[in-house]
């Protein structure tokens, strides 16, 4: 179980208002919300967010039964707190995580939905069906786009394995994480494109993957990119390794790496 609070500054006496203990029920008891929470982003105004949130299980149902991740919009002047896909059974088509505003209003996401994938399917006059990633077993996630309304959801890459963390540069590209895990490549290298899914172009990481830390060579993932104002990208370094360290902050300059 998960809950978000917001703060109006950050004075430790300021009230922590819960924007989330009635979401799904009527009844604010914390007991009765037992949702997750992940993926918050913030607008470059600083006005709104977005969150992606999964609603409460439900009871004896089964695992393709139960509730999806779906991205919800928080916005400040207004103090509006609302699902972006307004439509159930659309939002129950997949799970959609880690969402990114672009310049024109509209978002970047990652979801395991595979819409155009599964329409290619349906012109071929085969069954739709969600393509499964060849490590994990579960339903691969791409890169999507929709409208700031949740509508005009569209499919922008089509790797066979994971993508994840997308985010909009300051270029107006988008850069993001893929596993690459075909045959006997086992890695997670930094990938870009335009916000159209076109020019889809190798950045960094592929050659980058094992790093001498702690005077261990250890394989590292970079995930969670956030980009500062110089430029330069901040990731979060993860190891599979759980005896070594988990998430540790690191700054890359990838215009200027070797």
């Known amino acids: 179980g998960a809950n978000l609070y917001i703060k ?58 139960q509730p999806k991740w779906n991205i919800w919009h928080y916005y400040q002047p207004t103090e509006t707190f609302e699902r972006l896909i307004k439509d159930d059974i659309i939002a129950a088509q997949g799970d959609d995580l880690m969402a990114s505003y672009l310049p024109d209003g509209r978002i970047v996401f990652a979801s395991n939905r595979q819409k155009l994938s599964k329409a290619i399917l349906l012109d071929e ?38 993508e ?25 290298s930094l990938y870009d494109m335009l916000p159209d899914g076109t020019e889809n172009q190798l950045v960094f990481g592929w050659h980058s993957q094992s790093l001498n830390l702690d005077d261990q060579n250890i394989d590292v993932d970079l ?14 370094l993860s190891s599979q390794d759980e005896e070594t360290y988990q998430k540790r902050p690191v700054i890359i300059d990838i215009d200027n790496f070797t």
Do not use: C
């Open 8 to 65: 109006k500054n950050a004075f430790a006496q300021t009230i922590a208002v819960n924007l989330t203990s009635s979401l799904f029920s009527e009844d604010d008891s914390l007991e009765l919300e037992k949702i997750d929470i992940r993926d918050l982003r913030l607008s470059d105004d600083g006005q709104s967010f977005l969150v992606s949130i999964r609603a409460p299980e439900i009871p004896n149902a089964d695992d393709d039964e």
């Open 125 to 162: 006059g085969k069954p739709q069906y969600q393509g499964q990633n060849e490590r994990s077993g579960s339903a691969v996630f791409n890169i999507h786009s929709m409208q700031a309304d949740g509508t005009n959801i569209k499919q922008l890459s089509f790797n066979l394995s994971n």
């Open 164 to 188: 994840f963390y997308p985010l909009v540069l300051q270029s107006g590209r988008i850069l993001y994480s893929r596993w690459d895990a075909m045959g006997g490549v086992n890695k997670i």
């Open 223 to 236: 995930i969670n990119p956030q980009q500062l104002s110089n430029g330069q990208l901040l990731f979060m």
